[in-house]
């Protein structure tokens, strides 16, 4: 079956710093999201993109993130400045069209200190 | 989107059917039921989804009450590598999945 790829699997960084976060959807899937989990907490939707921009986003997503599909097959969330509370798993997603099935990836866990 | 309530937890024997509950009764119209599980710390899993009519794959069904409040997920064999936290979301585009915390159901040898 197909999967949507991330990388790195860990990621180990300090406060203030700036990390990109990487995906490769599923090739012919047009809406692509991250999602995270903090330990021990819900799972919570971050952004969605399609069609070269974003089409929702949450509280979460702030001024400090953003997301860029700077080609055909990659997908990725910046986080500008981290901060500790930053720490958490991030899962990117995607899915071939609205009220379809999402696939996420396996995720990356972002680890500030 | 409308929100949904699930059992904390639930035990279920090998090779038994797990029968999942959910409750959803501020459902709108054109909300869809979806099924996620979350086996350990991996990325959620989609197991099905449906607007009105009962659905089944190759994972699972979907009953869906003809009012549409409520909902059951039923794994017809579980093994243990069934053994995960599931999610019932309800809403009615998948840009935005509002996880709850799920039902962890433990399947048990």
């Known amino acids: 079956e197909p999967e949507v790829t991330q990388t790195p699997s860990h990621q180990v960084t300090q406060m203030g710093q700036e990390v990109i976060l990487r995906c490769v959807p599923i090739?012919?899937?047009?809406?692509f999201y991250w999602y995270r989990q903090i330990l021990g907490q819900k799972v919570e939707f971050l952004v969605s993109?399609?069609?070269?921009?974003?089409?929702?986003k949450s509280e979460i997503f702030d001024d400090q993130f953003s997301v860029e599909r700077p080609d055909g097959s990659n997908f990725t969330l910046k986080i500008r400045s981290t901060k500790l509370e930053d720490s958490a798993m991030y899962f990117c997603a995607s899915s071939e069209g609205p009220n379809e099935k999402l696939f996420f990836g396996s995720g990356t866990q972002l680890s500030v200190l | 989107d409308a929100k949904t309530t699930q059992p904390t937890s639930m035990d279920c024997a090998e090779g038994r059917a797990a029968n999942l509950p959910c409750n959803h009764s501020t459902i709108s119209g054109n909300e869809y039921v979806y099924w996620y599980r979350q086996i350990h710390s991996q990325g959620p899993q989609y197991i099905i989804h449906?607007?009105?009519n009962n659905e089944t794959n190759e994972m699972a069904s979907l009953i869906i009450t003809e009012d549409r409040k409520s909902s059951t997920l039923i794994l017809p064999h579980a093994t243990l590598r069934d053994t995960a936290v599931y999610y019932c979301i309800v809403g009615s585009n998948d840009y935005k999945l509002s996880f709850g915390a799920g039902t962890t159901v433990t399947v048990r040898a």
């Open positions: 449906g607007l009105k």
């Open positions: 090739s012919n899937h047009l809406y």
């Open positions: 993109f399609y069609n070269n921009e974003i089409s929702e």
